[in-house]
């Protein structure tokens, strides 16, 4: 079997904040321009919504920035209609190789292909772009490589989740999660719900849920705000910020949402799926203050959100220098141009650093210019994004993931859900087996062999195996996977078919 191949001046991956101005910003530099994408449309996790097959003219409700989506989108789609862009939907990259030509991304379909239907495309959107059967044949489309001379990996991150006793019931989300089958769905995977862990996103999460018809119980928030005290400064520069947080404290005020600080759920209740959480107060480190524990009822969703991890397999395997962000997030380093340490490769948002849609359009921006020969961003748009990087930075200090989470687990709790490893085993093979990474930990307890290959916990076991702050090295270990999607057999032969034919040098 022979795969089909797209040649491009610039590979773009991902078609989110980043990816759509990336690609927008080298197709307009006058680069020939190919973008990969997990998903059926443009937008990304920040603007996903409603298939446009079933809602042609979605209005945003519920999106921040929709009107920069919009801009975004309609460069891209006049990009399209003239050539520039090939847009690749439905395709996840599984492997990515630099040779002498420059990159070779290997797809695989992640997705069906939607039944094509009537033309449809958000509001202001070209028209051009009706569906998501595109260039490369569609959502779904077949397994392909795509070859540039230069790669702008935009992957974005996932949710970051610590474990809790009970957290394996289902009726347990991720944060981001619950956000995406709202904005995806325009319905709710349950009716009472409990958001708990720490940071701004908890606040739209829950704000979409009420929007939405359901109850939120509460609203748990490890951290307080007098832990933005020493961060003023950074919080003034992006006031944006504050006008976004007045937006969600009215709607809280609107349905009568209660917002606990220094709160956290130290256990999930149920027998055959979630039922209640037992939550208490904590201290700034987030150790269990005694006597405060309190148990809310007829809870049937718990929404979890500790942040993000950035999606670094692509980076990682291509040899990119990396570094531990100020969240203990593993991130790759980049120049002013966003170029990483392997010379052609470019990277923007979340896996330089999670930031923030808004910086990752502007690193998009950056990154997408100088991958398509142009000058770099202009000196105010470089002021932004510096204002941008300091307000991420103080709300990892502000936010942090509380230093005795581990405390409120027993040996029993499971932490790697895929392969069923419980905190005793972890500890055990630390204190036993001196498994202090995670690499030690998948030889001695499978800890990350399952099927998320330790994107769910691997920052956890981290902490487990070396301490709250996990080394670059066990980081880079959970994130350096040989293949970043599953994959057929027949894909794999297919590189012996493609190397015949000097496709793969």
Same mark, same amino acid.
């Not at 981001?176 to 009716?191: C, E």
């Given at each position: ?52 097959? @079933?809602?042609?003219?979605?209005? $945003? ?6 009107? @920069? ?13 003239? $050539? ?106 349950? =009716? ?26 509460? @609203? ?54 979630? +039922? ?17 524990? =309190? ?43 966003? +170029? ?60 942090? @993931?509380?230093? $005795? ?6 040996? !029993? ?5 895929? !392969? ?86």
């Amino acid at each position: 079997m022979t795969a089909a191949s797209t040649h491009a001046d610039v590979a773009v991956v991902g078609a989110g904040p980043a990816g759509l101005a990336a690609a927008v910003a080298a197709a307009e530099a006058g680069a020939s321009v190919a973008v990969v994408d997990a998903a059926a449309q443009p937008g990304g996790q920040y603007w996903r919504h409603r298939p446009e097959t @079933v809602v042609p003219e979605p209005d $945003g409700h519920g999106h921040h920035d929709w009107s @920069v989506y919009l801009d975004l989108r309609s460069r891209f789609d006049a990009a399209r209609a003239l $050539g520039r862009i090939t847009y690749l939907p439905g395709r996840s990259v599984w492997m990515a190789q630099k040779d002498d030509g420059g990159f070779t991304l290997r797809t695989t379909p992640t997705i069906a292909s939607p039944a094509p239907v009537a033309p449809s495309r958000p509001q202001g959107a070209h028209p051009a772009d009706v569906t998501a059967q595109a260039e490369g044949g569609g959502a779904g489309a077949g397994a392909g490589a795509v070859s540039a001379r230069r790669l702008v990996l935009c992957t974005g991150g996932y949710d970051r989740q610590l474990p809790v006793p009970g957290w394996d019931l289902p009726g347990v989300m991720a944060a981001g999660g619950l956000q995406a089958f709202v904005k995806a769905n325009g319905s709710l995977p349950g =009716r009472r719900f409990v958001i708990a862990g720490t940071g701004p996103f908890l606040l739209p999460v829950a704000a979409g849920i009420a929007a939405a018809g359901g109850i939120v119980v509460a @609203v748990l928030e490890a951290s307080a705000p007098s832990a933005w005290l020493p961060h003023l400064k950074a919080a003034a520069g992006v006031p944006e910020k504050a006008l976004e947080g007045a937006a969600y404290a009215a709607v809280f005020a609107r349905h009568r949402i209660p917002y606990r600080t220094r709160s956290i759920v130290t256990e999930v209740l149920g027998s055959d799926r979630v +039922e209640a959480v037992r939550t208490a107060r904590a201290d700034a480190d987030g150790r269990v203050l005694p006597g405060s524990e =309190r148990v809310y009822e007829d809870v049937d969703v718990v929404g979890f959100g500790w942040g993000f991890t950035p999606q670094l397999e692509l980076p990682v395997s291509l040899g990119v220098r990396t570094r531990v962000d100020a969240d203990g997030s593993l991130v790759g380093v980049v120049d002013d141009r966003q +170029e990483s340490s392997v010379p052609g490769l470019f990277l923007a948002g979340e896996v330089t650093g999670v930031g923030g849609a808004a910086l990752a359009v502007l690193e998009g921006f950056a990154a997408g210019s100088a991958a398509g020969g142009s000058s770099a961003l202009p000196a105010k748009a470089a002021a932004r994004a510096a204002r941008h990087r300091r307000f991420a930075r103080a709300m990892h200090e502000a936010h942090p @993931v509380p230093a $005795g989470w581990s405390d409120w687990l027993t040996p !029993e709790t499971i932490v790697c859900r895929c !392969e069923e490893v419980t905190a005793g085993e972890i500890v055990a093979a630390r204190s036993d087996l001196e498994a202090a990474d995670s690499r030690s930990l998948k030889s001695f307890t499978r800890t990350g062999m399952g099927w998320c290959q330790g994107r769910v916990c691997g920052f956890a076991a981290s902490c487990l195996a070396e301490g709250n702050q996990p080394s670059e090295t066990s980081l880079a270990a959970t994130a350096r996977r040989p293949l970043a999607a599953p994959v057929s057999l027949g894909e794999l032969a297919s590189l012996e078919d493609a190397a015949a034919e000097g496709a793969v040098h």
